[in-house]
């Protein structure tokens, strides 16, 4: 199994667009070349607004060409802590806000014409243990009640392999090539007219009151209002808020194609992509090249400025060694590939929208699951910084000029949550 850089979805561009060098002024600055940023950038130039994107490798380098490719409407937390943490209306509210995040993808899909494999057959919150059935009966009541789109499913008509118990089927999204979909939509943001510049970070945010200063390596943007959509990276920026996102590493590995009768002798026959209910979901799923994809289980936290980097092989490792566990009936196939990539956690553990100052908004709209989420964010963000009111989806999420309360995400706690997951795997394999 090769550990690699890059994400595994896709080549690289072929081609990288200039870096910025001297100074130029524009109405508005985004920073981050996501899916978020991308969308913000996007929106602003369909308005005729005056748009500069910088990014700091190349459009869409970083969680968005590298994720597992699940388009879906699950809102980072656990949907029964939810439903005790926050009130049923505000719930209610997450949940149209993700349900709808998922749309707005679908129809980019659509009507930017990217050919991203895009497979709209829902995802299934799956159970490995009798514990986790009961808390996906628990969790599909929860997300019946707040309005999303979601049902409980039990035995082999789930359609699931073997050893998958049942669980919560989500109605909407499903999933794609996220490599295959960030170049569609690179190729669109350069082409719509929006100023691109790549393999040029942004090092320094300043709002003085009448505009936006960015400084770069070997240049400076002067704008009206400014963007971030710099996910992980995001405390990278002084201007950001304090304990705005918690860099956490994130690894997949790729099995070598299976033969379609293979996954159906094991009870895989829906083929629906899977996420588990540990407290640190484990993800399989079948791609359009016929390979199987899987990962997250452990995961590490880092600091800004943060590295490139490949996953660790003990990581690697650990994530076969569940794979092996799941599906005992594939052990012999090959493992060809595995990487990885930074999401930005934030302290609330819920995606988050708001002002940095007067001039500068920023989002967050990501803790594992902002792939559609970021992209309707930056969108909603862009309207926003034109002058909109706050849309009801954005005010959902919008943390305005608050402060952030320390996160519980660290290195010794996520460690500890993997430790508690391996347990409980243990638990379910002897009371079996
Ligand atoms: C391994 C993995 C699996 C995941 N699986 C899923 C999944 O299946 N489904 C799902 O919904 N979500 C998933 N996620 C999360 C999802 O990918 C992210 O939430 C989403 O892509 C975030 O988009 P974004 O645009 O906010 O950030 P990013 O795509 O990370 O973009 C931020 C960009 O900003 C640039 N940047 C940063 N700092 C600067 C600067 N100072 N100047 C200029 N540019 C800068 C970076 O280079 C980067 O390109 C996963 C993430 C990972 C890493």
């Not at 929006?194 to 945010?205: G, H, I, S």
Request: some cysteine; overall charge negative; aromatic content about 8%.
């Amino acid at each position: 199994m090769k550990l690699i850089h890059d994400t595994g979805w896709a080549a690289q561009p072929a081609t990288v667009e200039p870096h910025l060098v001297g100074d130029i002024d524009c109405d508005v600055v985004v920073i981050g070349g996501g899916g978020g940023g991308m969308s913000a950038a996007l929106r602003l130039a369909d308005k005729g607004v005056d748009v500069v994107l910088l990014e700091a490798k190349t459009l869409g380098w970083g969680a968005t060409s590298r994720n597992a490719g699940y388009i879906t409407n699950s809102i980072a937390a656990d949907p029964e802590l939810l439903g005790f943490l926050l009130k049923r209306e505000r719930l209610r509210e997450l949940y149209r806000y993700a349900e709808n995040a998922v749309h707005f993808t679908e129809d980019a899909i659509k009507q930017y014409g990217i050919d991203c494999g895009y497979q709209p057959e829902g995802i299934v919150m799956a159970a490995v243990s009798k514990g986790q059935l009961r808390h996906a009966r628990r969790n599909a009541k929860v997300m019946a009640e707040a309005g999303s789109s979601a049902e409980f499913v039990e035995g082999p008509e789930a359609g699931l392999p073997e050893g998958f118990l049942g669980g919560v089927r989500e109605g909407v999204g499903g999933t794609l090539n996220p490599g295959e979909f960030v170049l569609g939509l690179r190729a669109t943001t350069i082409a719509s007219g929006v100023r691109v510049y790549e393999r040029t970070p942004a090092l320094d945010v300043t709002d003085t009151g009448d505009r936006v200063t960015v400084a770069t390596p070997n240049g400076t943007v002067k704008a009206r209002k400014a963007l971030l959509t710099t996910n992980a990276d995001s405390s990278g920026l002084a201007i950001a808020p304090k304990r705005l996102a918690t860099p956490v590493w994130t690894s997949l590995v790729e099995t070598e194609p299976v033969a379609p009768e293979r996954l159906d002798d094991i009870g895989w026959t829906s083929r629906a992509p899977m996420v588990t209910l540990h407290m640190i979901i484990e993800s399989y799923r079948v791609t359009p090249r016929g390979t199987i994809v899987f990962g997250t289980r452990r995961v590490q936290t880092g600091r800004n400025p943060l590295p490139e980097r490949t996953p660790d092989q003990h990581v690697a490792d650990d994530l076969v060694r569940g794979f092996h566990d799941r599906f005992p009936g594939l052990r012999d196939v090959e493992l060809t590939q595995a990487w990885g990539g930074w999401i930005g956690m934030s302290s609330t553990w819920l995606p988050v929208a708001g002002e940095a100052s007067d001039n500068v908004l920023y989002s967050l709209a990501c803790n594992g699951h902002g792939f559609a989420q970021a992209q309707y964010v930056g969108h909603l963000l862009a309207d926003r910084i034109d002058g909109a009111p706050l849309h009801n989806d954005l005010a959902a999420i919008w943390h305005g000029r608050k402060r952030f309360w320390p996160g519980f995400v660290s290195g010794p706690a996520l460690y500890a949550t993997w430790l508690a997951d391996r347990a409980a795997d243990r638990l379910s394999a002897l009371t079996k």
